[in-house]
């Protein structure tokens, strides 16, 4: 299967940027669905932007424009480059992958997510 570990959370103001990494254990960004996922504190999670393995991106209205999901396929590696970030983007980042398992089944895996906090 796959194990996902998310890193590069942390504090930052207002207007600042982060980038987010997701290191798969083994190669898959190339051919299944993959995204990254927030969930903010009293809220439910929510998806914040996604890609599927023939490269289709779909993002939240809430971060359009100024997040970019990636994939760097020499590290099994999937990135979210967070721009122009507001207090609201305050959450636990979480990567998830949707995987065939036992080749009849597809099954969702999650990292163990990663904080970012921004300040005003």
């Known amino acids: 299967q796959v194990q996902l570990v998310e890193s590069g959370g942390g504090l930052v103001q207002a207007g600042g940027s982060l980038t987010l990494s997701c290191t798969a254990s083994?190669?898959?960004?190339?051919?299944?669905?993959v995204g990254w996922y927030r969930q903010a504190p009293g809220k439910q999670r929510e998806l914040v932007a996604s890609?599927?393995?023939?490269?289709?991106?779909n993002y939240s209205d809430l971060v359009k424009g100024r997040f970019t999901i990636s994939r760097d396929m020499a590290t099994n590696t999937l990135m979210l480059q967070m721009d122009s970030l507001k207090p609201e983007d305050t959450g636990v980042y979480y990567c998830s992958a949707n995987m065939l398992v036992g080749g009849v089944t597809y099954t969702d895996f999650w990292g163990q997510g990663t904080q970012v906090t921004v300040s005003s």
């Open positions: 890609v599927a393995g023939g490269g289709i991106t």
């Open positions: 083994r190669s898959i960004f190339a051919i299944n669905r």
